[in-house]
């Protein structure tokens, strides 16, 4: 007979024991990681009925503490995420940023942190459905570098794998099941030797990375695809649009992108909270503009970095602090 495998005694590294002693929110109070535990038959592990956010906090050498980077525009999307997928969060934004804060004020991280809130059905249940299931709730931080990288530039492929369409699921959502699509399509473009993927919409417009938002350059215009392209309406995006509206003078449009305007564009940039602003200097084999990050993508990437580690004053309102 095979013998089944037991949980190994061995002793966890020294990531999984920081991991294990993090500070998380989990269904109403603040336990440690390794003491939260999901049933094995939990309705959203099964059915992708979940709804999550992404949200970063970066450490400030200068202000030695860490900055929440705009947390009530993130729990303010989830709360109408949520409610899109017939589930509630627990609390209202005020409160859910100060459950944040009390989470990272206990972890007293001194590093860049990914914020991870969940909202999912919870119900230890067979069954496809929202309806008379109960939701849960988590906050998990977790101590995180560069998602993708931001400096050198990253090399793209349009991907055979087009974005799900609102008609299908609620692209804008950032529902959980809905990012089997994304992981497809990242996953095919890491076995194929590039970085990230572009997913196309069904309609063949261009329309974001696999976590991130898009923006090209062309005629001096900052173009990148309408809310009503199947993106998720990116923070970041909005943030990059004030930039180069404001800070840059740049004029921002908001129209479909043909696949073919990728390739003859000066600048691709993504962005997103875990991707931050990266370049993309090659796209399916053709390189973009001088194959070396741009200095429109340089110039926002250097405005976002230092609104959101505190280094850019005129900001501050977007950033709540650790104390
Ligand atoms: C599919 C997708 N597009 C775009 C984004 C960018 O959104 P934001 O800038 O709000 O993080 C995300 C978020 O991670 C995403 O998952």
């Known amino acids: 007979m095979t013998e089944i495998p037991t949980k190994s005694p061995v002793a966890k590294s020294e990531l999984r024991r920081a991991q294990s002693d993090t500070w998380v929110y989990f269904e109403g109070e603040l336990c440690r990681y390794g003491d939260a535990h999901l049933g094995l038959l939990t309705h959203a592990l099964h059915y992708g009925t979940g709804c999550f956010e992404g949200i970063r906090a970066y450490w400030s050498e200068r202000q030695h503490r860490i900055n929440v980077f705009r947390m009530p525009d993130h729990f303010a999307r989830m709360s109408g995420n949520a409610r899109m997928l017939h589930m509630e969060l627990p609390h209202g934004v005020d409160e859910l940023c100060d459950i944040t804060v009390e989470v990272m004020r206990r972890n007293d991280f001194r590093t860049d942190v990914y914020i991870r809130p969940l909202v999912f059905k919870a119900t230890e249940e067979i069954g496809i459905r929202f309806h008379n299931l109960r939701d849960g709730f988590m906050i998990v931080p977790v101590p995180f570098g560069a998602y993708v990288d931001t400096t050198g530039g990253i090399r793209c492929q349009v991907s055979s794998w087009r974005r799900i369409d609102d008609n299908v699921a609620p692209a804008r959502s950032k529902a959980t099941g809905i990012y089997i699509n994304s992981a497809l399509a990242k996953t095919e473009a890491f076995l194929n030797g590039f970085d990230e993927a572009i997913l196309m919409t069904q309609d063949g417009h261009v329309c974001e990375g696999s976590a991130e938002n898009l923006f090209?350059?062309?005629?001096?215009?900052?173009?990148?695809?309408?809310?009503?392209?199947?993106?998720?309406?990116?923070?970041?995006?909005?943030?990059?649009?004030?930039?180069?509206?404001?800070?840059?003078?740049?004029?921002?449009?908001?129209?479909?992108?043909?696949?073919?305007?990728?390739?003859?564009?000066?600048?691709?940039?993504?962005?997103?909270?875990?991707?931050?602003?990266s370049a993309v200097i090659e796209i399916d084999q053709r390189t973009i503009g001088s194959g070396s990050p741009g200095p429109l993508t340089r110039k926002l990437q250097d405005l976002y970095f230092a609104a959101c580690k505190g280094e850019d004053d005129r900001y501050a309102s977007w950033l709540t602090p650790i104390t």
């Open 216 to 277: 090209i350059l062309r005629r001096g215009q900052l173009i990148t695809p309408p809310a009503s392209e199947n993106i998720v309406e990116g923070i970041t995006r909005s943030v990059l649009m004030q930039f180069a509206t404001d800070e840059l003078g740049v004029e921002v449009v908001e129209r479909t992108i043909d696949r073919s305007e990728l390739y003859v564009a000066d600048e691709v940039l993504l962005c997103g909270t875990g991707a931050e602003v």
